[in-house]
């Protein structure tokens, strides 16, 4: 039942914020936006690559790609990278727009893969 789920889902991140302390809290925050601004970064130094509302991000960011995203997330999916999540079904407007995300969790060599790999997916 939804409620059980949402209650579980609750108390796990109660647990895991407890754990974590408010410095740590911090931490996490500071290392999910600096990674995103890199995986951004990276990401729009590819050929057609672009940002979309340049204003402030957390740990997400829009970008444009210059052919459909749909067949760009399966070849990216079958190099086992979620590539993010395909705005043009909710949002068509904004075109063959990717929210792109990056944690805490994430290195610069996952940020690297990521980079080479939709290079490769839009060549």
Known sequence: ?????????????????SLLGVEGLERVAQHSHTNTLSLLTALT???????????PVFHEGLIQ???AAA?????????????????SRDYPELGNALLVCATEIHQPE????????????LS
């Open 1 to 17: 039942n939804i409620c059980t789920n949402q209650g579980l889902l609750v108390t796990a991140a109660t647990i895991y914020m």
């Open 65 to 67: 790609l210059p052919k």
């Open 45 to 55: 130094s590819i050929d057609g690559v672009k940002r979309l509302f340049t204003g």
């Open 110 to 121: 996952d940020i690297e893969q990521f980079a080479r790999s939709l290079r490769g997916a």
């Open 71 to 87: 067949p760009v997330l399966e070849k990216l999916a079958s190099e086992n990278i979620l590539g993010g999540y395909d705005t």
